[in-house]
């Protein structure tokens, strides 16, 4: 076992982010447009993929729009949801009893704490919760696996985990 380099780090996350995204849409179109009105329909499936690929950008529009009192519900609740989803997403696996995202199983990494045991369910959570809000900083927080000696991105640093490669 050792650290997991940033390359490996970077695929896993380009994999789950392709899996959340799959997720994410489909319940879109199973269980909110359904309910919505006709002249969002068309557009809606676009709306989450921006908001999933350009968070910083949603969040910044919904501080214009409260600012201006114009603001769309529909862009609170998509954006919303769209967080909602990714920590759940992160959450979820790693809790599950393969304790890794699918990006993670596929390349073989594990999280663990820095002493190398199990993370707990306040630590998992927290570092699921810390990982979502580090991509409204356009993952910069991650680069700091360049220049830690466990290879730990910020979200790591602050729960005490790191990224183990079983491969």
């Given at each position: 076992m050792s650290k997991s380099t940033f390359i490996r780090r970077f695929i896993a996350g380009i994999i789950d982010a392709f899996f959340l995204l799959i997720i994410i849409i489909v319940f879109t179109v199973a269980v909110i447009?359904?309910?919505?009105?006709?002249?969002?329909?068309?557009?809606?499936?676009?709306?989450?993929?921006?908001?999933?690929?350009?968070?910083?950008?949603?969040?910044?529009?919904?501080?214009y729009a409260i600012s201006n009192?114009?603001?769309?519900?529909?862009?609170?609740?998509?954006?919303?949801?769209?967080?909602?989803?990714?920590?759940?997403?992160?959450?979820?696996?790693?809790?599950?009893?393969?304790?890794?995202?699918?990006?993670?199983?596929?390349?073989?990494?594990?999280?663990?704490?820095?002493?190398?045991?199990?993370?707990?369910?306040?630590q998992l959570f927290l570092r699921s919760l810390l990982k979502t809000v580090t991509r409204y900083f356009f993952c910069i927080p991650m680069i700091t696996i360049l220049f830690t000696k466990n290879?730990?991105?910020?979200?790591?640093i602050i729960v005490n985990s790191v990224v183990i490669s079983q491969k």
């Open positions: 447009l359904p309910q919505m009105d006709k002249s969002y329909i068309q557009y809606y499936p676009w709306i989450i993929i921006q908001i999933f690929f350009y968070p910083l950008i949603y969040l910044l529009n919904i501080i009192n114009s603001l769309d519900i529909l862009l609170v609740y998509s954006s919303l949801g769209v967080f909602l989803a990714e920590v759940l997403y992160y959450f979820i696996f790693e809790l599950l009893p393969i304790k890794a995202t699918i990006g993670h199983k596929l390349l073989g990494l594990t999280i663990l704490d820095v002493e190398l045991k199990q993370l707990s369910i306040k290879r730990q991105a910020l979200h790591d």
